[in-house]
């Protein structure tokens, strides 16, 4: 099922419950998700809430149906995370830290970060070692202090200390041994031996 044509969400007759069908309108799974936050399309792995009788469970559903990461969905503002370039990240709420998922459900990088941004370019963002602050009405939060690195998917350590001020191109990542002069980059020293 993996690299195949996106499944597309479709609703039950009251439009409380929610399934998927591939291209060709056929029904790949019926009705059975909360429809709050229940992303549309769904490309190898989705978090979904699942009703069950008067109770719901969340977790991450892959395409050949195997249910992981139960209860550990990672929401930021409701909204679970979304698949990006064949991972997901995850939470292990009674640690409250952090982990990736590669579409098929497999662990690639433990719950051990306070924050990880979704892959880009096979890099991620993160952050460990902070202190959570949560706002005044606790539906927000934020970190304070801790050590921001550059990382990749395979769990490596590209850039120890990463500052930068969120406007950054992964796309456009230039590796050489002298800084780059050019007024529109940024230079980071990479990790000795990396």
């Not at 790949?28 to 109770?55: A, M, R």
């Not at 924050?115 to 993160?126: C, E, F, P, R, T």
């Not at 969120?166 to 002069?181: A, C, T």
Request: cysteine-free; charged content about 25%; overall charge negative.
């Amino acid at each position: 099922a993996q690299g195949g044509d996106p499944w597309f969400s479709f609703y039950n007759a009251d439009k409380t419950l929610a399934g998927f069908k591939d291209a060709n309108w056929a029904v790949k799974i019926p009705p059975k998700f909360q429809t709050f936050s229940l992303q549309n399309k769904f490309n190898n792995i989705i978090g979904v809430v699942e009703v069950v009788g008067e109770k719901s469970q969340n977790y991450y559903l892959t395409r050949s149906g195997r249910k992981l990461a139960i209860d550990s969905v990672y929401y930021w503002d409701f909204q679970p995370d979304a698949e990006q370039e064949g991972f997901i990240r995850f939470r292990d709420y009674k640690k409250d830290k952090i982990g990736l998922l590669n579409i098929n459900g497999d662990v690639v990088i433990p719950a051990s970060f306070d924050l990880l941004s979704k892959v880009h370019n096979g890099m991620i963002y993160a952050l460990s070692g902070a202190i959570r602050t949560d706002s005044e009405d606790e539906s927000h939060y934020n970190f304070e202090g801790g050590n921001r690195s550059l990382i990749d998917t395979n769990n490596q350590v590209l850039i120890d200390t990463f500052e930068f001020d969120g406007r950054i191109n992964f796309y456009s990542v230039k590796v050489s041994n002298m800084p780059d002069p050019s007024p529109i980059r940024d230079n980071f020293r990479a990790k000795k031996g990396g």
